[in-house]
């Protein structure tokens, strides 16, 4: 199994800017993909990017693309989020998750974090 446990959330305003990781824990982090999703209240969980593990290969949905970067770094097991120029639609809970292959889709990933707040203010 792996273990996520995300961190960085909190309050910013809009065109600010944020930085979450997701240390991992437990199976080889190395040869797994990784990706952060989103969800905000009463919407379904979201795709915002993923990275696979070698070559780095990354994806990014059409609403963060240019303003959010995604990266790992192996040899701490976690992987980041840098995220840019923050809009209040941006507003969500924010999960990171590892899967076997480079996807957009939630249910190819096998394991999740338990979520961080990100809240941006207008």
């Known amino acids: 199994q792996v273990q996520l446990v995300e961190s960085g959330g909190g309050l910013v305003q809009a065109g600010g800017s944020l930085r979450l990781s997701c240390a991992a824990s437990g199976r080889t982090f190395s040869r797994t993909a990784m990706g952060w999703f989103r969800q905000a209240p009463g919407k379904e969980r979201q795709f915002v990017a993923a990275i696979s593990w070698s070559p780095y290969r990354t994806i990014y949905a059409d609403s963060v693309k240019g303003r959010f970067t995604i990266s790992r770094d192996n040899g701490k097991n976690s992987v980041y989020l840098q995220m840019n120029s923050l809009k209040p639609e941006d507003t969500a809970v924010y999960y990171c998750?590892?899967?076997?292959?480079?996807?957009?889709?939630?249910?190819?990933?096998?394991?999740w974090g338990q979520g961080t707040q990100v809240t941006v203010s207008a």
């Open positions: 998750a590892s899967g076997p292959q480079l996807r957009v889709g939630a249910p190819s990933y096998d394991y």
